[in-house]
């Protein structure tokens, strides 16, 4: 099989998905990936970002987690994001970086690629699923190989039954939620050194 290189990128404004991707990549790594951890650009202003003690910390927490390039999914065979959900899609910030990649994709350089996802949302019906599908449905733009992790083990049912990806609350990152964390990662990896 061939070698798995996954860019976790993340975007978290209190940490919740941070922590879900740092699990993710230690997952990933013991699962025989070459792992970047990276986050997504913040794009709101810096006096409102520091304005929000908790939004102020979680900035200066992952101030030294490099942000994501092109480079850097161009070096890429498959993509894991964590992000929160905001009005049942993706954050914003997320967004902006993405539609940052027409040129990549333009050349198709985002194709053939492995791409899974997870979410959180301050309620549990949210908008955690429709998060996930509308980054599954860019990623279908994009050529790449969708790698939720269906149902394809016990932890998935245990952590909230979320076929799409682990989708959680803030705060609630809990023992079930990590297992089904790692299961997702492990999962993407073995699909990703067998697509590679």
Request: hydrophobic share 40%.
């Amino acid at each position: 099989m061939s070698q798995a290189k996954l860019a976790i990128l993340f975007y978290s404004t209190y940490g919740t998905n941070h922590q879900m991707a740092e699990i993710a990549a230690e997952a990933a790594r013991e699962a025989g990936a070459e792992v970047r951890l990276l986050r997504v650009p913040e794009t709101a202003p810096a006096d409102v970002v520091a304005g929000q003690d908790a939004w102020k910390a979680q900035a200066e927490k992952t101030a030294d987690i490099p942000a994501v390039t092109h480079a850097d999914m161009e070096w890429a065979n498959g993509y894991l994001i964590s992000a929160p959900t905001r009005y049942g899609v993706v954050a914003s910030q997320v967004r902006a970086f993405i539609d940052t990649l027409g040129g990549l994709w333009f050349e198709g350089k985002l194709a053939n690629k492995t791409f899974s996802a997870m979410t959180s949302a301050q309620n549990v019906h949210g908008g955690q699923e429709t998060t996930l599908i509308s980054l599954y449905t860019t990623a279908m733009h994009w050529g790449a190989i969708l790698t939720p992790p269906g149902y394809t083990d016990p932890v998935l049912f245990e952590a909230g039954g979320n076929p799409y990806g682990v989708s959680t609350q803030p705060g609630e990152v809990t023992d079930k939620v990590k297992a089904a964390i790692r299961h997702q990662a492990k999962r993407q990896v073995e699909l990703t050194k067998k697509l590679a």
